[in-house]
């Protein structure tokens, strides 16, 4: 009995021993990044984050909640909306179809597409890829926009071009709705079929995609409005609206997980999915000077040079809720991949704090605090009491936060949206009398009376935004057909 009880003694002082030696030899630089994300998850970051070095994963943990009423937590495998990261998947995708021999980036789009208008025939590939085509931003009213095929390039053919393609450089998500349809028009497969068989399920990743993967199998995060307001998943709106709209398709919206997206970097750094020469190209920066700017974009990704005389292959991409951003230093062999489902102005910035940290071991980080739009969304859809008295309480509760017109215009417009006109005028009102200067703010009032349906009060707060900033291009447009 006694020699029983030794050995269970010695047993436990060995693992004792074996965690605090194993903590003892943890990198303190991730000991201190764990930290900061811990203290930040009390003020309200909600995601997941992964480092990895020379092909070892130092960190990958989540925090915070992918579904708040249920109480379920974020973790490596949960389901998040990687924004404009899409785009370098839109851009391989490209490049793989260059290596099959179908399409090379010189091409013209006259050449997949019918009856291209003049000012747009000599647009190339290559220039859809860096964003020098000259094409707007959007089409459509909203990421889930339903425009049949046809009608959306019609639509996108017919837009006036910003510039003479070429010229400048114009962040742009038609130019890679047009890139996907051109995937779609050469591989005679749907985009995302074409992308799940070529890139996706070679490289190992099988719950990244649109509607493709077998979501039942793993967490999908919801998407919290300033950490709020639940706005549900992308996923379900697709199968909702019966498939992708072409105003997301190629340019956004693809869902992964970190283990995923860290399964791509594998895939890319070691020139499994494209070849050597492959990568170069999506990775090389084409310098772009324009009216005394310089631009460094590569095929879908942005590149820096960094404080260390380094390269950084980045991208990052939102939908106002979801963020994601990937972070690759390839001479350093470090990877840095983040996701949030509840974005706000503070947690936008923690892959930038923990680059600090891991390139200086002497930085301390910025403490996360929680966002003044987030105490006033929780203020707000927590309030009971009388409407009429609702702008006083906050002007006298957020005096202090209350010093710039941006976060009054926000909530208004966050309430004109989702229809709740009384709550957007109060926030309106509220604005023009704090801030009565800002033209801006007596533009959006404008807006809200004309939703509600008072022209006359719409043509006045049009006006008045009007004598404060007579150059206000939706002031002017309003104006005008108030008038007539």
Request: aromatic letters at 12%; glycine letters at 6%.
């Amino acid at each position: 009995m006694k020699t029983t009880i030794v050995k269970t003694v010695i047993c436990i002082l060995c693992i004792n021993i074996l965690i605090a030696c194993s903590k003892n030899t943890e990198d303190p630089t991730i000991t201190k990044i764990k930290n900061y994300l811990e203290q930040s998850e009390q003020k309200g970051l909600s995601g997941a984050l992964l480092i990895a070095k020379e092909g070892k994963v130092l960190l990958n943990e989540g925090f915070g909640y992918s579904d708040k009423s249920k109480k379920i937590k974020n973790t490596p495998t949960t389901v998040f909306d990687v924004g404009s990261v899409s785009k370098q998947f839109t851009a391989a995708a490209i490049l793989k179809l260059e290596e099959q021999g179908k399409l090379k980036v010189e091409d013209l789009i006259s050449t997949y597409f019918k009856n291209v208008p003049k000012d747009k025939q000599n647009i190339s590939i290559h220039q859809l890829l860096i964003h020098t085509a000259g094409f707007v931003h959007d089409v459509g009213e909203s990421d889930f926009d339903q425009i049949p095929t046809d009608e959306y390039f019609k639509r996108v053919m017919d837009s006036k071009l910003l510039f003479e393609s070429g010229k400048k450089h114009e962040y742009t998500n038609v130019g890679y709705s047009i890139l996907a349809r051109i995937i779609e028009l050469v591989s005679g497969q749907p985009y995302e079929a074409y992308l799940q068989e070529n890139l996706f399920k070679p490289s190992g990743m099988n719950y990244t995609g649109y509607l493709i993967p077998n979501w039942s199998d793993v967490n999908i995060a919801n998407g919290y409005t300033y950490n709020v307001i639940d706005k549900g998943t992308a996923i379900d709106k697709h199968k909702k609206n019966g498939g992708v709209s072409w105003c997301l398709k190629g340019n956004g919206g693809i869902q992964s997980t970190q283990e995923d997206m860290y399964k791509w970097y594998q895939a890319l750094s070691s020139n499994t999915i494209l070849s050597k020469a492959s990568v170069t190209k999506l990775t090389t920066p084409y310098v772009l000077e324009y009216e005394g700017e310089t631009s460094y974009y590569a095929y879908g990704w942005a590149i820096f040079n960094t404080s260390r005389k380094t390269k950084m292959i980045a991208h990052d991409g939102s939908d106002g809720t979801f963020f994601y951003d990937f972070r690759w230093f390839p001479e350093e062999k470090i990877t840095v991949l983040y996701a949030t489902n509840a974005l706000t102005n503070n947690i936008q910035e923690v892959a930038w704090e923990v680059d600090k940290m891991l390139f200086d071991k002497t930085y301390t980080p910025r403490k996360v605090k929680i966002d003044i739009l987030t105490k006033l969304l929780n203020y707000t859809e927590n309030y009971t009491g009388s409407l009429d008295k609702l702008g006083g309480e906050i002007k006298e509760k957020f005096k202090k936060g209350l010093f710039h017109p941006y976060y009054l215009n926000r909530m208004c417009g966050m309430h004109m949206r989702r229809n709740q006109l009384e709550k957007a005028l109060v926030f309106g009102r509220l604005n023009v009398e704090l801030f009565p200067k800002n033209a801006n703010n007596w533009d959006t009032l404008g807006e809200v009376y004309y939703k509600k349906g008072d022209r006359k009060k719409a043509l006045e707060y049009y006006q008045k935004a009007l004598s404060l900033d007579p150059e206000m291009e939706t002031a002017k447009t309003w104006v005008a057909k108030l008038k007539a």
